[in-house]
């Protein structure tokens, strides 16, 4: 068995590791053996932001890719587009996928790398699984304007900035 374990993350804010409170579990798991924790903070301009865009039916609009295209052109970025699923009673989701697939195509065309993943149908609950299981340094919300959006009548973007501490 090892004698010591040294465990490296990110600060906090950046830090998925630390948000899923890894350290402490390693800490248990390693029972004797002692688990010392060094942060590093990784200054320098080549440094990539990780942005977590959240958007459904509007992962194709020219006003969501513009915005994706505009924040990858101010600095090196990656980004996780999470499109939650619209009918959580399904086990395919063709309409979101293919959406998905298409505006993931259109960034890469561009340069601009970017994934994307179908997820759980509560926008709120996608974002924070995603910031929880992602190095995340930013959001972006996309949504339909006004009345017409569900997610801005329950108030979507201020809960994900209350708890994720994060730029939305």
Do not use: C
């Amino acid at each position: 068995p090892p004698d010591e374990i040294i465990v490296s993350t990110h600060p906090l804010e950046r830090s998925g590791w630390l948000r899923r409170n890894l350290v402490e579990r390693m800490r248990y798991a390693a029972g004797e053996i002692p688990v010392e924790h060094v942060v590093v903070e990784l200054a320098g301009e080549d440094e990539q932001t990780n942005v977590l865009v959240v958007a459904n039916e509007t992962v194709l609009s020219d006003a969501l890719l513009d915005r994706i295209r505009e924040r990858a052109a101010a600095g090196a970025a990656s980004f996780l587009i999470v499109s939650p699923q619209s009918d959580p009673t399904q086990s395919a989701h063709p309409e979101a996928e293919r959406r998905l697939r298409r505006a993931l195509t259109e960034l890469r065309s561009a340069g601009i790398e970017a994934h994307g993943q179908i997820a759980h149908p509560d926008p709120y609950t996608a974002a924070l699984q995603a910031v929880r299981d992602e190095r995340v340094d930013e959001l972006i919300v996309s949504t339909f304007p006004g009345a017409r959006s569900g997610w801005l009548r329950r108030d979507l973007v201020e809960r994900l900035r209350r708890e994720t501490k994060l730029p939305v």
